[in-house]
């Protein structure tokens, strides 16, 4: 009777150091990331923001809403983006679709934003462990990316 109070005690134990590591999140790869995303003053809706690991591995993906905001999906049920050096990218382009017989049903929508954004080419950032706010104030020729029709 009493070993099995014994591993009963220390499988209850064991468990109990579990679940405390997996709450206190110690060798977590992630850091919550936020921010907002304007261009020429204005909140960009609907813009995916991408960050994608300098040093390989799976991008987190966020689609902003109509005040600019995003927070960073890396998968379903976990926030955030992988530590370190990040590539970001910032897109408003969606492609036009097609049905069967090479006809728009969709126009989509054209790029709001300046290649250095929405080519994922020139801007990096460093993910830290905790909480990350990256806003991103996109100055650009109105002319060339004008603001969506109201």
């Not at 990331?33 to 809706?45: A, E, K, Y």
């Not at 976990?78 to 969709?106: C, H, M, Q």
């Amino acid at each position: 009777m009493r070993n099995h109070i014994d591993r009963s005690l220390t499988a209850f134990t064991f468990s109990v150091l579990l679940v405390t590591i997996g709450c206190t999140g110690g060798s977590s790869e992630h850091g919550h990331v936020t921010g907002t995303v304007t261009i020429n003053g204005s909140p960009v809706q609907e813009a995916v923001v991408t960050f994608a690991p300098v040093e390989g591995g799976r991008s987190a993906v966020a689609v902003t809403q109509a005040d600019g905001t995003y927070e960073l999906n890396y998968t379903p049920g976990v926030k955030g983006a992988k530590l370190g050096k990040n590539s970001v990218r910032i897109t408003t382009y969606i492609a036009p679709e097609l049905d069967d017989d090479k006809r728009v049903v969709n126009p989509g929508k054209p790029e709001r934003l300046p290649p250095k954004y929405s080519r994922g080419e020139e801007v990096t950032v460093e993910v830290m462990s905790g909480e990350n706010t990256f806003d991103f104030a996109v100055e650009a020729d109105k002319d060339k990316y004008p603001p969506p029709p109201q």
